[in-house]
């Protein structure tokens, strides 16, 4: 408090020898516990609480024992911490008859992420880069419908998309999934790498034409260099949204493939035997730990990310 | 005299109306070709099987037929040209060698296909279809390669900087890079977007089951979805957490915002609190709720154990409300996402205004609410876009929450399109469902882009 005093004392005598005489300025002070900011945190506080209750129900759940948690209610904290739902979560837990826990769905899902988000933003930065700097007519139509299909229903598009991986001997494999996402990452990161583009001085694209540069040389030695910004928003839009896909997973994969959150849900989800509420909990920890983990580091890069991805779609 | 003024305006670059017409036939002849032969391909030849073998040539010969014609057009165009034609002075050289090679590798894939493809085993399925693709329609395709080659030779015969590029030119030859590049974003905005729904919507007309047969019931399909109860539901269902959710996620996006606006301390820790269920999937996301909603051991048990033995609160196991449990649930998830696009349309709105508003003695919610908030009008548009087009998707957050229980009190149309596609081997009533989903997002679509893009073409 007294901190606070004095350096108001300092800031306020400093103010005073720059700007003599012309009387008080900046806002009036409002006082620290007025009515209106009483209002203000408490409600703030009461959602923010309302918001975090299911993560530390989560948590506290995934840490107790099932004797507990018959016993108490499920916002009591663990007397007795175990990490055993843990263990039993990554390496034990049945789907069926399978009994390997979550570890398979996490690593097959590791497999669908990383090719994935390369191939959805390599093609869809070049496709961005042609549809900014090189524009050719009817380069709007198939971008319009592009940008149409990121609204569709995908559940027009499933059964074509089956035929078609079919076709291609990919139906079922990670590999088919990786197309899957690359497909429908598409409209979104185009508009991105568009958008971002179209915002770079022209006079730059222009200098290089100008030196000599064809259409890879300037993307490689020009654009990629400067747009490390949007590349960066563009893989936390596609790592949490592939690893956070269930629809596609279910419907391009088969059991030995399944990503993580299919396996998450027929793991919880299945009828038989009893249900163990700490490991189904620690379970769906640890599926959300993933995008949790890149939303607390991106901060606010992911806000800027949905926000590119939402305003302008 | 009037001859040489002829000449010298052919010469400085206004092409000769009979030749533009020529390159118009000409492109619309190689267009026409592939195109027939490609809906030949996908179902065309149909029509021509009552034909016999006549029908047989039709389906073979009628592509070619029309190619021939753009043969003829070239022929048009090159005779009509009033420089000669030599490979040594062409503009477009590079582009003609390039698609003469094509045409050549087009033609040797077909004749070695069969060795090719043994030889190439490892490359796996893929490069196996493409190779059995090039035998079935390389011919087909090295000629379309060839013609392309001379129509480029014929338009790029012209030395003079001045002329304008003909039109072959424009589509085949400029800004050949960008055209190739962007070559995904084509196959995927036609083959599967437009392709995929097209598909869809015709073979919702069929008696599609465990495979998709062409064997035509018209609306039967659509007759039966809405004699369904399940589907019913299912859009009843739809109705009740699309309009709560549009309408709670708006309103307490916006107070949220509105409040965070205030200059309060810790705005990013709030803002992160209230943004990261939205990280989270719609499968974690119901699986929390399901356990924090169960009556044993959840909200209701705690409050029991505090005494209020009668409280009652179960919405995932009561028929009547187990849509609202997972309302909860999606707005836990959605608010987040909806506060962070109005906190940046309410910083978009001039401090001036507000000060001016101060100024005049307006009280703070009037400002809000007569000024603020018809400012923001694009923001709340696009979130109303993108609420809705999210809403009808709903398909994870039930599966997980409630797997459309008890009974069938929380199916949502999401869930029916991929229980009849994948597990209840009725292909037909999916594609339907699917359809009726599609129209139900395009009535909310095609106005929002009407009056986003539409009003700006004519402004």
Redesign the interface.
């Known amino acids: 408090m007294a901190d606070t005093a004095s350096l108001n004392m300092t800031a306020a005598s400093a103010d005073a020898v720059a700007t003599d005489l012309s009387g008080p300025r900046g806002p009036r002070p409002r006082p620290r516990f007025s009515r209106r900011n009483i209002f203000?945190?408490g409600?703030?506080f009461v959602?923010?609480v309302?918001?975090?209750?299911?993560?530390y129900?989560?948590i506290v759940?995934s840490l107790k024992g099932m004797p507990e948690?018959?016993l108490g209610?499920?916002?009591s904290p663990p007397v007795e911490i175990t990490f055993q739902p843990w263990v039993k979560a990554w390496a034990e837990a049945c789907t069926g008859l399978n009994c390997e826990g979550l570890s398979r769905g996490f690593w097959n899902s590791v497999q669908i992420l990383v090719p994935s988000v390369v191939l959805s933003i390599a093609?869809a930065s070049?496709?961005g880069?042609?549809?900014a700097n090189?524009r050719?007519?009817g380069?709007d139509i198939?971008?319009?419908?592009?940008i149409?299909?990121?609204?569709?229903?995908?559940?027009?598009?499933?059964?074509?998309?089956v035929?078609?991986l079919r076709?291609?001997?990919?139906y079922g494999t990670l590999w088919g999934l990786v197309l899957v996402h690359t497909?429908f990452g598409?409209p979104i990161l185009?508009l991105l790498f568009r958008n971002y583009f179209t915002s770079l001085p022209e006079e730059l694209f222009k200098a290089a034409r100008v030196d000599g540069a064809?259409?890879?040389g300037i993307y490689f030695k020009i654009m990629l260099p400067m747009s490390l910004p949007i590349f960066v928003v563009a893989i936390i839009i596609q790592v949490?949204g592939i690893?956070?896909?269930?629809?596609f997973g279910?419907?391009y994969t088969k059991p030995d493939t399944y990503p993580m959150?299919v396996q998450?849900?027929n793991i919880?989800?299945s009828v038989q035997g009893v249900k163990e509420?700490n490991v189904?909990?620690a379970a769906?920890l640890l599926?959300?730990l993933v995008?949790?983990i890149?939303?607390?580091i991106s901060?606010k890069l992911?806000?800027r990310g949905?926000?590119a991805g939402?305003?302008k779609? | 005299m009037a001859d040489t003024v002829e000449t010298a305006v052919a010469a400085a670059g206004a092409r000769p109306a009979e030749r533009s017409r020529w390159e118009r036939w000409l492109i619309w002849g190689i267009a026409g070709g592939i195109l027939l032969r490609l809906a030949m391909v996908l179902g065309l030849s149909v029509w021509f099987e009552p034909l016999g073998d006549a029908g047989d040539w039709f389906i073979e010969g009628l592509p070619w037929l029309v190619l021939a014609l753009a043969a003829c057009a070239l022929f048009a165009v090159a005779s009509s040209s009033t420089n000669s034609i030599s490979l040594s002075d062409n503009r477009l050289r590079g582009h003609v060698i390039g698609w003469t090679i094509a045409a050549l590798l087009l033609v040797v894939l077909d004749l070695l296909g069969p060795q090719i493809k043994s030889s190439v085993a490892f490359l796996?399925?893929?490069a196996r279809?493409f190779i059995e693709f090039c035998g079935v329609h390389g011919t087909f395709l090295a000629a379309v390669c060839l013609l392309v080659a001379g129509a480029l030779a014929t338009s790029g015969s012209e030395k003079h900087l001045v002329s304008r590029p003909g039109m072959f030119e424009?589509?085949w030859a400029?800004?050949l890079?960008?055209?190739i590049?962007?070559v995904?974003?084509?196959l995927?905005?036609?083959?599967?977007?437009?392709?995929?729904?097209i598909?869809?919507?015709v073979?919702s007309f069929t008696d599609s089951r465990l495979l998709?047969r062409e064997k035509w019931v018209g609306l039967a399909q659509y007759d039966r979805l809405w004699g369904e109860d399940r589907w019913l539901i299912s859009i009843e269902n739809l109705l009740i957490y699309g309009v709560c959710s549009l309408v709670f996620s708006i309103v307490i996006g916006f107070l949220?915002a509105a409040?965070?606006d205030?200059k309060?301390r810790f705005e990013n820790t709030?803002?992160?609190?209230?943004?990261?269920?939205?990280?989270?999937?719609?499968?974690?996301?119901g699986?929390?709720?399901?356990?924090?909603l169960?009556p044993d051991?959840?909200i209701q048990?705690?409050v029991r154990?505090l005494g209020w033995e009668s409280f009652t609160f179960d919405p995932l196991y009561n028929q009547d409300i187990v849509i609202y449990g997972i309302l909860i649930a999606g707005l836990?998830q959605g608010t987040?996402?909806i506060m962070?696009?109005m906190l940046?349309g309410l910083r978009g709105i001039d401090e001036e205004i507000w000060k001016a508003a101060r100024i005049d003695g307006i009280p703070m919610w009037k400002t809000y609410l007569f000024i603020v908030i018809p400012m923001m009008r694009p923001?709340f548009i696009?979130?109303l876009?993108?609420i809705a087009?999210g809403i009808?998707?709903v398909?994870?957050l039930v599966?997980?929450q409630t797997?459309g229980g008890p009974g069938i009190a929380s199916e949502v149309?999401?869930k029916y399109?991929?229980d009849k596609?994948?597990l209840g081997q009725n292909?037909g009533q999916?594609?339907a469902?699917?359809?009726v989903?599609?129209l139900s997002?395009l009535i909310v679509?095609i106005p929002w882009?009407y009056l986003e893009?539409g009003g700006k073409k004519r402004g």
């Open positions: 203000l945190y409600a703030l959602v923010a309302y918001y975090l209750l299911p993560l129900v989560m759940t948690i018959r209610n499920i916002f093609v070049v496709n880069y042609a549809l090189w050719f007519k380069a198939f971008f319009t419908i592009l149409f299909g990121a609204f569709i229903p995908y559940q027009v598009m499933l059964y074509p998309l035929i078609m076709e291609l001997g990919l497909v598409m185009t064809g259409f890879w949490t690893w956070n896909d269930f629809l279910v419907v959150t998450l849900n919880v989800n509420y189904n909990m769906t599926t959300g995008p949790l890149v939303y607390f901060g992911f806000v949905i926000a939402a305003v779609g | 796996g399925k893929p279809i424009r589509v400029s800004n890079t960008a055209k590049a962007a995904p974003m084509m995927v905005a036609l083959g599967v977007f437009t392709g995929g729904t598909w869809t919507v073979y998709p949220l409040m965070l205030q309060v709030f803002r992160t609190i209230f943004l990261y269920p939205f990280a989270l999937s719609f499968i974690v996301t699986l929390v709720w399901q356990w924090v169960n051991f959840g048990g705690m154990s836990w987040g996402l962070c696009l940046a923001v696009t979130t876009v993108l087009s009808v998707r398909y994870d599966v997980a797997s149309p999401a399109v991929y596609m994948f292909l999916g594609f469902a699917s359809t989903m599609l997002v679509l882009a893009f």
